[in-house]
């Protein structure tokens, strides 16, 4: 991997971190002032996991080789000979071998991005070659999406082709096993 970039948007770790913080200090409230700290400690280590796994762990890594996506429960490797496509709808996604693959890290702005920006952000001309918002560069998916369609352009091949799928559960168990004794502790 050269000229490694990696791509994780500033709110998501802001909101992710904000949201550790929040029921760290449910914890702390309940150690100091007294509660059930077991079941607390428990919901809240639900909420800490849960927020990583959406906010925190999500990132793009580009590289001159090619692109790896890591979403909560997948990580996506590919190098930029087998990259069909690069689409910005939803979110970005690269089209691979006939798969969609998204990528969590970078969402496509919703309707009111519009509001937000000039009209000299869609190109020349408003109706002559229009972008979408999602391709706007004040947008995760746009900015994700730029970075890597010009590795992609710029890819020069080598002869070895790399694609792995590989998928991660644990924070998932984790999650689940920390709401159950969440529930099980303020019922027994």
């Not at 952000?121 to 004040?138: E, I």
Request: net charge positive; with cysteine; hydrophobic share 45%.
């Amino acid at each position: 991997m050269t000229n490694l970039e990696k791509f994780r948007p500033t709110s998501a770790l802001v909101s992710g971190w904000t949201l550790v913080a929040f029921f760290a200090g449910f914890i702390v409230e309940t150690g100091i002032y007294g509660g059930n700290l077991f079941a607390v400690s428990a919901t809240c280590a639900t909420g800490i996991l849960s927020s990583y796994l959406l906010f925190i762990k999500p990132y793009v890594l580009i590289f001159d080789e090619g692109i790896k996506i890591v979403n909560p429960t997948k990580n996506i490797t590919a190098s930029w000979d087998l990259v069909e496509e690069i689409e910005t709808k939803f979110s970005m996604s690269v089209l691979i071998r006939g798969q969609v693959f998204y990528a969590w890290a970078a969402p496509a702005p919703g309707r009111s991005h519009s509001r937000r920006m000039h009209k000299s952000d869609f190109g020349p001309g408003l109706h002559v070659n229009a972008r979408r918002l999602a391709d706007s560069p004040g947008s995760d998916s746009g900015v994700c999406a730029y970075i890597a369609r010009l590795r992609l352009k710029a890819f020069v091949p080598n002869g070895e082709s790399t694609f792995t799928v590989e998928g991660s559960y644990l924070y998932v168990y984790a999650i689940i096993g920390c709401a159950v004794i969440s529930v099980l502790s303020f019922i027994l």
